[in-house]
């Protein structure tokens, strides 16, 4: 049985840093895509950032050079790094897991949620003002 859970969430002031943690049980992150998915109160769930199993990354315009995705294959989770945080940033962020790889798959439609196949609880990032 996947299991995903999501950690490090919290509240923090406007350019200010948070690391969200993810971690995999029933599932091998390597070689494998994976995704941070955001939703916030009235809105749609939004693809922030993806990471294929070879390392290739996709982000959404409005976080590129603030936020990182990255693997930790020996720890088997996944990261996001989340710098100069805006109030926009809000939201609950979810971890999400495809059977896949994303070799073959264009950077846009990587943070496509219906692509994934394994989701976490989320957890909730509050940026104030």
């Known amino acids: 049985q996947v299991q995903l859970v999501e950690s490090g969430g919290g509240s923090v002031q406007a350019g200010g840093s948070l690391r969200l943690s993810c971690a995999a049980s029933?599932?091998?992150?390597?070689?494998?895509?994976m995704g941070w998915f955001r939703q916030a109160p009235g809105k749609e769930r939004e693809g922030v950032a993806a990471?294929?199993?070879?390392?290739?990354?996709s982000y959404a315009d409005s976080v590129k050079g603030r936020l990182t995705i990255a693997k930790d294959n020996a720890a088997n989770t996944l990261y996001l790094q989340m710098n100069s945080l805006k109030p926009e940033d809000t939201a609950m962020y979810y971890c999400?897991?495809?059977?896949?790889?994303?070799?073959?798959?264009?950077?846009?439609?990587?943070?496509?949620?219906?692509?994934?196949?394994?989701w976490g609880q989320g957890t909730q990032v509050t940026v104030s003002s």
């Open positions: 990471i294929a199993g070879n390392g290739r990354t």
């Open positions: 029933g599932y091998t992150i390597s070689n494998r895509c």
């Open positions: 999400a897991a495809t059977s896949g790889s994303c070799i073959v798959v264009p950077n846009s439609d990587m943070r496509e949620p219906s692509l994934y196949n394994y």
